[in-house]
């Protein structure tokens, strides 16, 4: 059983940086594959950023690219979420996952652990 807890959300102007952190417990984490996944009231968890197990791939959504970088540090079993150029639509919950295997997925339910979430507001 993986334990994901983020952190590093908060309130921030336009234009801001944030970096989010998710410590993972309770497993092998290199043996995971790290996403990141955003919420909005009344709508769907959608996908921002995967990384490989080994950190050596990533993928991003397309409303982030060139905005966010995801990367990881497994000898800290902590994946992070660099965040700049921060817009009013990217204020949502934000969570981290594991899964297990190679693929970069994009899809909510081939995810297997999920943290709690940390909010990130951005103000205009």
């Known amino acids: 059983q993986v334990q994901l807890l983020e952190s590093g959300g908060g309130l921030v102007q336009a234009g801001g940086s944030l970096r989010l952190s998710c410590a993972a417990s309770?497993?092998?984490?290199?043996?995971?594959?790290m996403g990141w996944f955003r919420q909005t009231p009344g709508n769907e968890r959608e996908f921002v950023a995967a990384?490989?197990?080994?950190?050596?791939?990533?993928s991003d959504a397309d409303s982030v690219k060139g905005r966010f970088t995801i990367s990881r540090d497994n000898p800290k079993n902590t994946v992070y979420l660099q965040m700049g150029n921060l817009q009013p639509d990217d204020t949502a919950v934000y969570y981290c996952?594991?899964?297990?295997?190679?693929?970069?997925?994009?899809?909510?339910?081939?995810?297997?652990?999920w943290g709690q979430g940390t909010q990130v507001t951005v103000s205009s």
């Open positions: 990384i490989s197990r080994a950190g050596r791939r990533t």
């Open positions: 996952a594991a899964r297990r295997g190679v693929v970069l997925s994009v899809v909510t339910r081939e995810y297997t652990y």
């Open positions: 309770g497993g092998t984490f290199s043996s995971y594959a």
